[in-house]
């Protein structure tokens, strides 16, 4: 699964979690929004308290579907079996939303707000079901790039994700900032970057980056970034990335933040370099 924990507004500071199905059949996943929950069951403060799921799809950004509160999409008890199926935490509040969705190739975007005009921090998740449930070896999840605001203690965005099989799997993860300054007004000025690694409990040694541009393996960053079409990160730019080699059947965390404690938009991108294609 791949999910991102951030602070939502309004305006340029709404979430939006993009991520690339690839393959050449559907993919069965589990898409979920959680504010009130995770207020609950972690002890955020200031939580989201309704968020809403907007999904979209392809480069024209064409609506495909969405939901408020997740009790009343008409598919609960299917969602409490799918919840249970792909190991996410059950839901402690109905103003939490979910859908479950059948996705051909493609990219999409998932926008995350608050149902009225309310602002906190909220948690994005995206889950493949067609893992539990075994029809699909021809579709997989590709990346996940969130943007969102970033501050610090519970504004600090955190994007999450598991490495599926038994083989070590490459990823490039970014920070993005000043790249970003064309699009929005209040880029993340210096953002850094953190890769933890949940079940070691601790920070990788060499996941961790200020300025992309001082990475021992700046040369492989872009290498990685032209091959698999990642965004590419101006010489001499403040934004951050890291390559590293995960251990399969754990989980990890990225963690966004600014050097200087500032506060701004900032895009987490987080992509797996695998070996193979399923184009």
Aim: net charge negative; proline share 4%; no cysteine.
């Amino acid at each position: 699964n791949i999910s991102t924990r951030g602070f939502i507004g309004t305006g340029e500071g709404v979430m939006i979690a993009g991520f690339i199905v690839e393959g050449t059949q559907p993919l069965d996943v589990v898409l979920r929004a959680s504010g009130p929950s995770i207020g609950i069951s972690d002890g955020v403060e200031g939580f989201l308290p309704d968020p809403t799921i907007s999904v979209f799809s392809g480069n024209q950004g064409s609506f495909a579907d969405s939901n408020n509160d997740w009790t009343e999409n008409g598919d609960t008890a299917s969602l409490l079996e799918s919840f249970v199926r792909v190991g996410a935490q059950p839901f402690q509040d109905d103003k939490d939303s979910a859908l479950k969705m059948s996705l051909e190739p493609g990219s999409y975007a998932l926008f995350v707000n608050d149902n009225g005009e309310g602002q906190g921090v909220g948690l994005v998740e995206v889950f493949d079901e067609s893992i539990q449930l075994g029809n699909n070896k021809d579709a997989r999840l590709l990346n996940i790039s969130t943007r969102a605001f970033v501050g610090s203690g519970d504004k600090t965005m955190i994007a999450g994700f598991w490495v599926e099989g038994d083989a070590p799997l490459k990823i490039l993860a970014q920070a993005v900032g000043e790249g970003i300054a064309g699009d929005v007004s209040n880029p993340l000025s210096d953002p850094q970057i953190s890769i933890f690694d949940l079940s070691a409990g601790d920070f990788i040694a060499d996941g961790t980056n200020d300025n992309w541009g001082d990475s021992p393996n700046v040369s492989e960053i872009s290498d990685i970034a032209d091959r698999i079409g990642a965004r590419k990160l101006a010489p001499g730019s403040k934004d951050a990335a890291s390559v590293v080699t995960l251990t399969p059947g754990q989980g990890y965390a990225i963690f966004v933040s600014d050097t200087s404690g500032a506060e701004g938009i900032a895009v987490v991108e987080v992509f797996a370099v695998y070996s193979n294609s399923l184009q």
